[in-house]
């Protein structure tokens, strides 16, 4: 990858947007997923203090595209939400010594989150051979993870990440050449916290808490 990327390696993505024009277009979509539309597996029931959860999961979005000024200023904009109310199961070992020992600890408990993104891109046909371009996104996405299996639901965080961009970019052609100059503008804020404050507890078949 290039310098600008460091050491990334899995999160770099290529995106590619559609940009405004003469014509108007637009699209919506919608999903959604509730209690009763999941199913729960033998090994799930066998979890002591099993109780099935309030599932649900929605998503929608939208993008519209279209012209301000016709056959000078284009928009295109898009937005799409993605909300889920998961569920993260918590099964301890059992002890030889005391098999039902970290019972109490045990079930299914609710892992939810919220996913946003969207994106406005302005277009200007300044010539035949000129275009200015104005592009704006952003994502903001909020959620409970960080336990499951032997980590007990007290060892929770909750999670808070944000990432937006500005891109301005002018391109121009001469006789044999095309040229573009770009200046991105990128803020990212991640916040992880415990969603109980306590000591870290560490034993062979569970934890509880989370020392960081």
Do not use: C
């Amino acid at each position: 990858y290039d310098a600008e990327y460091a050491r990334g390696a899995a999160y770099i993505l290529s995106v590619e947007t559609r940009r405004g024009n003469n014509e108007r277009h637009g699209s919506l979509f919608g999903f959604f997923q509730n209690h009763e539309m999941v199913s729960v597996t033998n090994f799930q029931r066998q979890i002591p203090n099993f109780q099935k959860p309030d599932f649900s999961r929605e998503q929608g979005g939208f993008s519209l595209r279209g012209p301000i000024v016709r056959n000078r200023l284009f928009y295109a904009v898009s937005y799409e939400l993605l909300k889920s109310a998961n569920f993260v199961a918590v099964i301890p070992g059992q002890p030889a010594a005391n098999p039902t020992m970290w019972d109490s600890y045990a079930g299914l408990f609710n892992a939810p989150s919220r996913n946003q993104a969207g994106l406005l891109r302005l277009t200007y046909s300044a010539s035949e051979r000129s275009t200015l371009e104005a592009i704006a996104s952003s994502r903001y996405f909020t959620g409970v993870s960080g336990f499951g299996g032997i980590q007990a639901a007290g060892s929770a965080i909750g999670q808070r990440y944000g990432v937006n961009t500005v891109n301005l970019r002018h391109r121009w052609a001469l006789s044999n050449f095309a040229n573009e100059a770009s200046l991105q503008f990128v803020g990212w804020s991640s916040e992880d916290r415990p969603k109980v404050v306590q000591p870290e507890l560490r034993y062979p078949t569970l934890t509880i808490g989370h020392a960081d």
